[in-house]
């Protein structure tokens, strides 16, 4: 349970309608991999089955593994809001089709916004179905870490995250792993409130030399990037850390992988990270 | 195999902004980018990548297409060295090559001499000598995005199975910024560096990134690159890298120049075969 002071009673929600989108491909059909073996793999777009919050994030015969609903809205400028507007933690219903009135919760954004609801509400859901999003989050502060830029992140999933502030001042932060910036792929250069951060040596079946010992990663977990500034974009910089929420999973793209949805970046300092064991 | 050549038209780019001017730097403050692609004047080869107040600017020109597949080709097949002619407009006939290309939508920028830079305007065509996807230089070491017949204007040599390169400086792929997990034969990577004695021209290595199938992390593995634009404020961004050779490190082997570097220069341009 959070401790920590923000500013969400000054916050507002917006409701923004997306609607499921269909899963894309092309008449080529393969990507390659790191070693240049072709492959076709479903993962991204539609609705994906079988991988939730809590789940490992890696593992599965998939590529860009986006879990349960991905969501974005018709119109350019409809579904830039839509993507930079929707928090992890968001509630998402749905509005239209068999599902109507399920309800679930933004995961993270990947270009599209990821919804992760119970499988047997998934089931009945097809692309095209139209779903809400209360959007609320964006223009949070945490009032006691001036320091820290908080984004992509509702106010009540920060309460039900292990990140408080600590008798020193600093904030506490309790995560799964600590990612080295050599992990960063895809993603860098982008802006933070837009897709997430692919981290790539993080799935098993690979060679040794790809690894950078991140396989162990879940669906959910809480990362620290060492040395990512993702207060305005996403850059390297040393001296500075970034907590984000795994998002998206299994990734046969070279230079993509699992990756966290950004939620807070500031200086090391500011920070005190604590690895579950 | 035999390499094939094709030519290929582009246009001189327009540069084009949103209806609000202001990108944001790494310090949150706002910025109106300059120089980031058409005609750029006053920066050249040999130029430090940090000298010029600009974002992401050039030597040269940046062509565009106004076809999206078309302008993805155009920069997938330009390599550094093919030749490049104004094709219509105040400097038809005028003759500069290609330095290099950039990612997203893709760009290929191209050198050419001041007096023609001051005579072109955006949208003049010109027509690119594309020559080099598919070269080989060794069994080991993947050669890309390069000319095969600017090779020997490079500060390179191979032996049998292994290449010996000159550069101003290694850095460690955790500099790799835009253009990680993208296409190499069609995208450079940006170094998220803010400082540092980079030169445009400069052949530059980074360690652990294969870019043979995207550019990605491998450990033992290195990429040597020319640099193709300067600096940039944003976050994730800084002056460009366009790959050239990847192998393993043992294979491709590194001579550190430090200050007395020289990469492609103007000279090396603007000289014919």
Known sequence: MSTVRTNRDRLVTQILAGEVWPALADRHGYRVDADGTPFLLPGMGGVTLGAHAGDPATGYAADHLEPGLSVRAAGEGANMALQFLACAGNKVTVRSGPATGAVGRVLGQHAYVLVDMAEEDLERVAPGDRVSVAAYGQGLKLLDHPEIVAKNLDPDLLDELPISTGADGRLHVRVAARVPAAAVGAGAGMVSEFANTDLMGAYAGQGEDLSLGLETLRLGDLVVLEDQDHRYGRGYRPGYLTVGVISTGHCRLFGHGPGPTSILSGPASAFSVEESS | ?273
């Open chain 2, 1 to 273: 195999m035999k390499t094939v050549a094709m030519n290929l038209s582009g246009a001189v780019e327009t540069p084009v902004m949103p209806s609000s001017p202001y990108l944001i730097d790494a310090d949150g403050h706002p910025y109106v980018p300059i120089g980031t692609a058409g005609i750029v004047l006053g920066v050249h080869l040999g130029d430090g990548v940090f000298d010029h107040d600009a974002d992401h600017a050039a030597p040269g020109v940046t062509l565009e297409h106004r076809d999206q597949a078309a302008r993805h080709a155009l920069t997938a097949y330009a390599c550094l060295g093919n030749e490049a002619v104004v094709h219509g407009g105040a400097a038809a006939g005028r003759r500069g090559r290609v330095l290099g290309k950039r990612g997203e939508q893709g760009r290929v920028i191209v050198v050419f001499p001041d007096d023609v830079l001051e005579q072109l305007l955006p949208g003049d065509p010109i027509l690119v000598r594309t020559h080099g996807q598919g070269a080989v230089i060794s069994p080991t070491v993947t050669l890309m995005n390069t000319d095969p017949s600017f090779i020997d204007r490079l500060p390179l040599s191979v032996d049998g199975d292994r290449v010996r390169v000159a550069v101003r400086a290694a850095v460690p792929s955790s500099l790799a910024g835009n253009g990680i997990g993208r296409p190499a034969h069609m995208w450079d990577i940006d170094l998220q560096i803010t400082s540092g004695p980079f030169r445009l021209g400069d052949l530059v290595a980074v360690d652990d990134l294969d870019v043979r199938h995207n550019a990605g992390y491998r450990r033992g593995w290195r990429t040597v690159g020319v640099i193709v634009h300067g600096g940039s404020p944003q976050p994730g961004h800084g002056p460009g890298l366009m790959p050239m050779l990847c192998g393993p490190a043992e294979a491709l082997s590194l001579e550190i120049q430090g200050d007395q570097h020289r990469g492609v220069t103007t000279g090396d341009i603007e000289s014919q075969p």
